[in-house]
């Protein structure tokens, strides 16, 4: 194994593990805000340092050694290093310092947005970069700190704290029903438009969770991966959607909507934020963690049970 006390500046690291990740010198470049032959020079002088060549150009792109995976493995724990390191001391004088880089959902509501730039003004020595998803980004290749996920499963390599837990539903408009009828199995779900979103983000989900434990697969007339949309679409009476009960609590009580199968269909999400699973949680991390379960608290607390 190559060991890392033969690894190049810091610079170096960032260009080949960049390049490794993007596969494409100019794609890396870009990302990085550096010119291709600035990039290329280090990837050169690391690879000089280290006697060895770690990437390989393919008709399409850039792909490791055996080598350079073996490397580039070392490369991330030792980035890593260097950055908790530096974030070790992000409170000298008293502030926050450094980077905390976070993914989030999008149409998070306008209270937690507040909360948010509360939590910017408190900290103003801290780089706080905001993204916003409806996929579950990759915390190795995006460089994130943590990110708020409403999700069934957690992946390996990641810490979950939960927030809360939510039921979700299967709901439709009055109107809808009235011209299409009420199902009562779930076979009758083949008779009527489901609304569906996306699995992890990623791709529409064509199977819907039984109370039984099963699932059932379902034609979807529409799908997106924008939750909100879904809830504007079954309003609009455009067919049936499984939806959060938190996000569709007010439409209930207004009649806007009404749950249809709620002893056949539905399931229960976690609302949790994740980060790698680390030695030691930055400050800038616990921080902010502790500010979004203050949020909670005081937000959902009388109708959820926060985790403590």
């Given amino acids: 194994m190559i060991h890392m006390a033969l690894a190049a500046e810091t610079s170096e690291l960032i260009a080949f593990t960049k390049t490794a990740d993007a596969k494409s010198l100019s794609r890396a470049a870009a990302e990085l805000g550096i010119p291709r032959a600035t990039l290329s020079r280090r990837i050169a002088q690391l690879e000089k340092k280290l006697n060895t060549r770690l990437l390989l150009r393919t008709t399409r792109s850039l792909v490791l050694t055996d080598l350079g995976s073996i490397f580039y493995k070392e490369a991330i724990i030792a980035l890593e290093a260097i950055r908790q390191a530096e974030q070790s001391v992000s409170r000298a004088g008293g502030y ?33 970069h905001i993204h916003t998803a409806s996929h579950h980004i990759d915390f190795r290749q995006g460089g994130y700190d943590v990110a708020l996920r409403a999700s069934s499963q957690i992946e ?127 400050p800038q991390v616990r921080v902010f963690i502790d500010s979004v379960v203050g949020w909670v608290a005081s937000e959902l607390g009388k109708n959820k049970n926060p985790m403590p």
């Fill in 96 to 128: 926050l310092r450094g980077d905390l880089r976070v993914s989030l959902p999008p149409g998070m509501k306008k209270s937690f947005r507040a909360m948010l730039c509360e939590f910017i003004t408190q900290h103003p020595m801290l780089r706080v």
């Fill in 156 to 282: 390996p390599g990641l810490i979950a704290r939960t927030l809360f837990r939510d039921p979700v539903i299967a709901v439709a408009s009055p109107d809808y029903l009235s011209k299409m009828g009420v199902p009562v199995t779930a076979d009758d779900l083949k008779d009527h438009q489901c609304l569906v979103g996306f699995a992890r983000g990623e791709m529409p989900d064509m199977y819907w969770p039984l109370i039984s434990g099963n699932r059932i697969k379902v034609e979807a007339t529409f799908s997106s991966d924008d939750i909100t949309l879904l809830c504007e679409a079954a309003i609009n009476s455009l067919g049936i959607a499984l939806l959060p009960e938190d996000l569709i609590r007010e439409h209930l009580r207004q009649g806007d909507l009404v749950p249809v199968m709620r002893d056949i269909l539905g399931s229960e999400m976690q609302i949790a934020l994740v980060y790698p699973d680390r030695h030691f949680l930055m």
